[in-house]
């Protein structure tokens, strides 16, 4: 049962290690300065509602 258990591991760790060889390989750099801000993640509409944003106006 231990002999499994450390099988399972063992292929888990080698899966998981692959992907991330096969990722740096294959895939596009990222590049950060074209990436949208977090806080512009969204639909682009301005917030709206009764809180402390719309105090501003």
């Known amino acids: ?3 499994l258990k450390t099988t399972r591991i063992l292929a888990f760790w080698l ?3 692959g992907f991330f ?3 740096w390989l ?3 750099p990222v590049n950060l300065r ?3 801000s977090i806080f512009a993640l ?8 009764g ?3 719309s105090f501003g106006k």
């Open 1 to 3: 049962m231990a002999q």
């Open 51 to 53: 809180h402390c944003a």
């Open 26 to 28: 294959y895939a596009e």
């Open 21 to 23: 060889v096969w990722d």
């Open 34 to 36: 074209l990436e949208p």
């Open 15 to 17: 899966v998981l290690c």
């Open 42 to 49: 969204g639909s682009g509409q301005a917030p709206t509602g």
